[in-house]
């Protein structure tokens, strides 16, 4: 299906509650994080489409809410981040997804396990989130990416009983909290809206949790061929979704 045809789709909808994911489906992968910018046109769109009637807007993403505020600075828009942990609304309250009860975890100990397995090795990259830490491979021969994630792997072992989990994702390992994912954002903002059509797009494996959460009714659009969720509907990239955007406009 075209983006013209899918916004043609989604507009039938009547009302809309619009979830993107950020990294691969607004903006195309780029080779560090820092380089995965939102073009001024991009960033247009977001601004027109949040003044839309009838349509809320949400980008739920792995990166930390301080990060998307800043690669996003479009008033009216949800962020959703750390895979879906916290919400920071366009009034600026940021409201926890994290069930209350739940353990507090060492991040800063296991950032210095990060940093010291991956000292003095080219290409690595890591990323402290505050609540997760991310280990960036993109640059490094897969040969050396692979026995360090193992060596990290197995020193989280004594941690998972703070209730830690890994997550695969393109060309980075996470350690994140256990039972948080983008599903429970989707489920938040669905409860906000429940009269509007729902659709989500995403390219990467956390946005399967996402899809998982939409109801029957819901749109699940997968973008690029990294996810092998089976999804009814596919844009090949953040070029497609771009161009959907710019027909909802
Ligand atoms: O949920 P998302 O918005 O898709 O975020 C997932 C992770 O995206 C970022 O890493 C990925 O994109 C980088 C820029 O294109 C790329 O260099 C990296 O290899 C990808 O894994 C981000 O840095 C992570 O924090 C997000 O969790």
């Known amino acids: 299906m075209s983006p013209n045809q899918l916004a ?26 820092s380089l995965a910018q939102p073009g001024p046109h991009l960033l247009d769109l977001l601004r027109r489409l949040v003044m839309r009637p009838h349509l809320h807007m949400a980008v739920i993403s792995g990166r930390s809410l301080d990060e998307l505020r800043e690669l996003l600075p479009v008033a009216g828009l949800y962020l959703a981040g750390l895979h879906g942990a916290y ?27 990060a940093q010291k397995l991956t000292a003095g090795l080219p290409g690595f990259y890591l990323e402290n989130k505050g609540e997760a830490v991310a280990i960036h491979y993109r ?28 997550l695969e994702g ?62 009814p509907y596919f844009l090949p990239s953040a070029k497609e979704v771009v161009e959907l955007l710019a027909h909802l406009v």
């Open 170 to 231: 393109n060309k980075v390992l996470e350690v994140r909290r256990r039972g948080i994912n983008k599903g429970l954002a989707v489920t938040y903002f669905i409860k906000k809206w429940p009269r509007a059509l729902p659709v989500y797009l995403g390219d990467d494996k956390t946005d399967a949790d996402a899809f998982s959460a939409l109801p029957p009714n819901g749109l699940a659009v997968r973008v690029g061929n990294v996810l092998t969720t089976e999804t």
């Open 139 to 166: 640059l490094v021969p897969p040969k050396t990416a692979a026995s360090v994630l193992h060596e990290f792997r197995r020193s989280m072992e004594p941690y998972h009983i703070f209730g830690i989990e890994f």
């Open 87 to 113: 919400v920071l609304t366009p009034d600026k309250r940021v409201v926890s997804l994290i069930p209350s009860g739940k353990e507090k975890i060492p991040w800063a100990e296991i950032f210095k396990l």
């Open 8 to 33: 043609a789709k989604i507009r039938a909808g009547g009302e809309v509650l619009l979830m993107c994911d950020y990294d691969g489906t607004l903006v195309p992968l780029a080779p560090h994080p």
